[in-house]
């Protein structure tokens, strides 16, 4: 499992549900598929002590 890989490709999705989502005939389901699947590696990545994605990292600091 690579975190840094799955949340770049989990943020590609939300843009590209963000992109598409103003126009309702557009099926996004591709876009929310990849969501969930990033969502729940990531999930289960970190729940068993995993890593955090570098950009993570950097932006979270203990007692803030």
Do not use: C, K, N
Not at 9 to 27: F, Y
Not at 34 to 60: M, Q, Y
């Amino acid at each position: 499992m690579d975190p840094d890989a799955a949340l770049i490709r989990l943020r590609r999705a939300a843009e590209g549900i963000d992109s598409i989502a103003a126009d309702p005939a557009q099926d996004w389901s591709g876009e929310l598929i990849d969501v969930l699947e990033h969502v729940a590696a990531l999930d289960e990545w970190i729940s068993r002590g995993g890593f955090l994605p570098g950009d993570w990292r950097t932006a979270v600091r203990p007692g803030r």
